[in-house]
């Protein structure tokens, strides 16, 4: 058996496992393994090779990203953030029909620059907005549909793990990809409030009007959002500063690592101000953070596994060369990964999405030629699949963000929420096509600022 013929094997091997329902981290260590046995014909090699990577792995700086922003996300979830978010938004567009809605929305947006999780994103906002949407007789569809979708801005809108996670992998700057989503995740919060207007001016019934807040009040709420806008700039201002300014001579303010120290750190101390963090719920946020740490790490050791497999097969550099002789144009090629996401994103989580699919697939997008520089053309593609991976989750009939809203308000039949999301769904694609069709949205201001 051939290398390429093994790996195709052990990818539908892999497949199989994780349909079954056996953890992608154990699904990708065992085939890689099994696979890098076959090929070397000695376990003790493939052994001495998972010393070393697991050392190397588990060892690196920039990983340590990873387990503060989860810490800072805790944090945020704990403090009270999203209430102040959403009550200052729903203030501001409360009086307009679909404005609380559009308010969930907005609050999403402000919870995801601090949070960077889109299932805490939504579950917290669920909490949050959910019951006042339908206190206020929201239609049931449009109530869990636009926080099932408002969820995505939580990954989308920077900071964010799965970027940190895709700039390891391809081997790029992980400040630059944080500023190349910022606009794309403007155009999300944007796209997402002009499907509560459309949705309401079809379906009128689905929500309600309030009366106006006077503005001394509205200020008053916008006041309480403060520790959000503080913490961003803190965060994205500090990391941005430090590679736009330092070869300017000004000083560094700090790098992504510590500014998700930093990030941490302010997000505590205002949970601590607020109450919301105690000696209990501290606790809780630690536990949480270390265990979905250690499942992330699980999962990027057996995505090593299983890269060091594919390598030794040389199956994504044949796959690269073939596609590339092949003649296919490329944004037929970038379509068909595009439509991968959207299928695996409806049985996978994005993380488990991205490293099993970016092995394979960015060696193919670095070999075609997209009229742009190789670094401007990994960023734009990884926001690209951060899109894609994110609409994978609120689209029927198992996206994870559908069923964490719909558990939050069980008397509401799923098929509510399908309906409810469709919208939503049809401001993503839009906005895929339109990233496509004019790539400067996603590498415009990284190339500004550096």
């Known amino acids: 058996m051939s290398g390429i013929e093994l790996a195709v094997l052990g990818f539908i091997l892999m497949l199989g496992a994780i349909f079954l329902r056996m953890p992608i981290a154990i699904a990708m260590a065992v085939t890689g393994f099994l696979g890098s046995w076959i090929i070397r014909g000695n376990p003790t090699a493939v052994l001495s090779q998972m010393k070393s990577m697991s050392y190397d792995m588990f060892s690196s700086y920039s990983l340590s990203i990873v387990p503060l922003f989860l810490l800072m996300g805790q944090f945020a979830t704990k403090s009270g953030m999203s209430k102040a978010l959403f009550d200052a938004a729903s203030d501001w567009l409360g009086h307009r029909r679909g404005g609380v809605a559009m308010a969930a929305v907005g609050a999403c947006a402000g919870f995801g620059a601090v949070c960077g999780s889109s299932l805490a994103t939504a579950s917290t906002m669920g909490q949050v907005a959910l019951p006042e949407m339908r206190q206020r007789g929201y239609s049931d569809a449009l109530s869990t549909g636009v926080l099932a979708a408002g969820g995505t801005l939580g990954i989308l809108i920077p900071p964010s793990v799965i970027l940190v996670i895709y700039a390891i992998l391809t081997e790029q700057n992980i400040v630059k990809m944080f500023l190349a989503a910022l606009i794309p995740g403007i155009l999300a919060a944007l796209g997402y409030v002009l499907a509560v207007m459309v949705y309401v001016s079809i379906y009128p019934n689905s929500a309600t009007t309030a009366p106006r807040v006077p503005l001394k009040q509205r200020l008053r709420s916008l006041g309480k959002v403060w520790p959000v806008v503080l913490i961003f700039g803190l965060v994205m201002g500090g990391i941005a500063a430090d590679w736009n300014w330092s070869q300017k001579g000004v000083q560094a303010l700090f790098t992504p690592t510590e500014g998700a120290a930093w990030g941490a750190v302010a997000t505590g101390l205002y949970g601590l101000w607020t109450g919301g963090l105690n000696r209990k719920t501290l606790f809780e946020c630690i536990l949480s953070t270390a265990s979905a740490s250690a499942m992330i790490f699980l999962i990027l050791l057996g995505a090593q596994l299983f890269n060091a497999f594919l390598a030794l097969t040389q199956m994504p550099q044949v796959l690269a ?130």
């Open 321 to 450: 060369d073939w596609i590339s002789m092949a003649g296919y144009a490329p944004l037929t090629v970038l379509l068909v990964m595009l439509i991968t996401y959207l299928i695996f994103g409806c049985v996978m989580d994005s993380l488990s999405m991205i490293l099993l699919t970016i092995p394979i697939f960015f060696p193919i997008i670095e070999s075609l030629d997209f009229g742009m520089s190789a670094e401007a053309t990994a960023i734009w593609f990884g926001i690209l699949a951060l899109i894609v991976v994110e609409v994978g989750l609120i689209t029927p009939p198992v996206g994870m963000n559908l069923f964490i809203i719909n558990s939050m308000a069980k008397d509401i039949p799923i098929q509510r929420t399908y309906h409810g999301v469709l919208p939503f769904l049809m401001s993503d694609i839009v906005r895929v096509g339109i990233l496509i069709s004019f790539p400067a949205l996603a590498i415009w201001l990284p190339q500004v600022m550096f």
